[in-house]
């Protein structure tokens, strides 16, 4: 047995789900959560929920529900709240949405309706598709960032919270490098006193959450807290980190498939994956700088899968290309088609093909019930700075600057089995399985 890290307090009152973004799919996060308390449908896709984990020796046959095994908040004690650039509650913004069936969203209309979003901290230089109606004014960025302070706390008083997390489910913004500005806590918020363009809404965000002691959790590609700034700023107030980039359809699909092959040590010439996908998130990366944002995002799980350096013969020449294309008609279930060219013994070549007709906000919605009732543990552990165990659910997950990344799903799948384990003072599952056969 291992010695559990600390004590983690227990899940005692409200927990307040602050999300920045009120669309598709923020609305079937909450929307799901509310059709789940009431019976109506399973929160299919969640670990929080339906997951199990081992713990000790197979001949122990110990597999406790892991909401049984770690102190998780309830879901009826979860309390949503949120902004947006457009005034509608989030049932009117579900049903533009279209994620879910509307006799669906009809039975949940009392619930939904009664959340209505603050107005948003908002710039289209950063997000140029779309116009913002439901938009906070301030003159400087400071300005913007004490507002949403003002909101966080009002939302905790009028909603007796006991705790909150933040999970960011807006739109990706502009590609952004980290700047001079991003370097110090000290220099940031001078940077947002003078209106620098290298703070972005979502680094307000984030600044707002972790001042006013809030974990925040990055779904988006946008360069927005992990900056040594915001490093800083969550070391100092004792926070949880994490991001970024929600992991779900054809990036989770490569993640799958590239360790395989490298497990089998199976070449790859090139790799070509192309989307269609509508609704609002089509739409912001139908704008070049946008979807540079998410490009980036998406191409890096493959490099550190497969490490061609390692294995130069095998992957060195790697031809990797993402595309993204916005196609209104199919709305949010979004399709992404994969082209592998694989090469087997003797080098001769072989093809994959994957044609993955998804539900972008479907499977989004339990990444953010994880997410948030995760970010809580965290906290009650008093677990602070980037949580790496929860890479499972990123695309681009954020690391120590000194380390690499693991995108490998079962190698991230196994990091946040062992850290619960290692909260509990269990064992480690090395899957060695030598005991059985002394």
């Known amino acids: 047995m291992i010695q559990s890290p600390a004590e983690i307090k227990p899940a005692d009152g409200k927990l307040g789900v602050l999300l920045p973004g009120l669309g598709a799919v923020s609305t079937t996060f909450i929307a799901g959560v509310n059709a789940t308390m009431r019976g109506l449908a399973l929160p299919i896709g969640s670990l929080t929920q339906l997951g199990n984990i081992r713990v000790g020796l197979r001949t122990e046959a110990r597999f406790p529900k892991i909401k049984e095994f770690v102190p998780l908040a309830r879901l009826d004690d979860l309390v949503f709240g949120g902004w947006d650039i457009f005034e509608d509650n989030v049932y009117e913004a579900a049903v533009k949405a279209a994620v879910l069936e509307r006799p669906l969203l009809d039975q949940l209309k009392p619930e939904l309706t009664a959340i209505r979003p603050m107005k948003a901290v908002f710039s289209q230089d950063y997000v140029r598709k779309l116009h913002g109606t439901w938009v906070k004014q301030g003159k400087t960025k400071m300005d913007l960032a004490e507002q949403l302070i003002e909101d966080i706390e009002r939302f905790r008083r009028e909603n007796n919270c006991a705790r909150l997390v933040m999970v960011w489910c807006a739109s990706t913004e502009i590609f952004l490098k980290p700047s001079d500005a991003h370097f110090s806590l000290e220099r940031f918020e001078q940077a947002m006193r003078?209106?620098?363009?290298?703070?972005?809404?979502?680094?307000?965000?984030?600044?707002a959450a972790l001042k006013a002691g809030v974990p925040f959790a990055n779904g988006a590609p946008n360069l927005t807290v992990d900056i040594p700034a915001m490093r800083q700023l969550a070391r100092d107030r004792g926070l949880p980190i994490a991001g970024k980039?929600?992991?779900?359809?054809?990036?989770?699909?490569?993640?799958?498939?590239?360790?395989?092959?490298?497990?089998?040590?199976?070449?790859?010439?090139?790799?070509?994956?192309?989307n269609i996908l509508g609704n609002r998130d089509g739409e912001v990366l139908d704008d070049p700088d946008a979807f540079h944002t998410k490009e980036v995002s998406k191409l890096g799980s493959l490099e550190y899968i497969l490490r061609p350096e390692q294995h130069p013969e095998l992957y060195g020449e790697i031809y990797h290309k993402v595309r993204i294309n916005y196609y209104p008609p199919r709305g949010d279930n979004k399709e992404g088609w994969d082209n592998i060219d694989i090469v087997g013994w003797l080098g001769y070549p072989m093809q994959i093909k994957i044609d993955f007709l998804c539900r972008d906000s479907i499977l989004a919605a339990p990444i953010v019930l994880d997410l948030a009732l995760f970010m809580d543990l965290a906290q009650r552990t008093g677990m602070r700075d980037i949580q790496e165990w929860l890479s499972f659910y990123f695309k681009s997950p954020m690391v120590a600057p000194e380390i690499y990344p693991e995108h490998d799903l079962f190698v991230q799948h196994l990091k946040l089995m062992n850290t619960l384990r290692y909260l509990r003072a269990e064992d480690q599952l090395t899957h060695l399985g030598i005991e059985y056969y002394d």
């Not at 003078?194 to 600044?207: E, L």
């Not at 092959?261 to 070449?267: D, M, S, T, V």
Request: zero cysteines; a positive charge; charged letters at 15%.
């Open 245 to 274: 980039d929600f992991k779900t359809g054809q990036t989770w699909m490569k993640t799958v498939v590239a360790p395989g092959l490298r497990a089998r040590l199976l070449g790859i010439k090139g790799w070509y994956s192309t």
């Open 194 to 207: 003078v209106n620098d363009p290298s703070i972005a809404p979502s680094m307000i965000y984030a600044y």
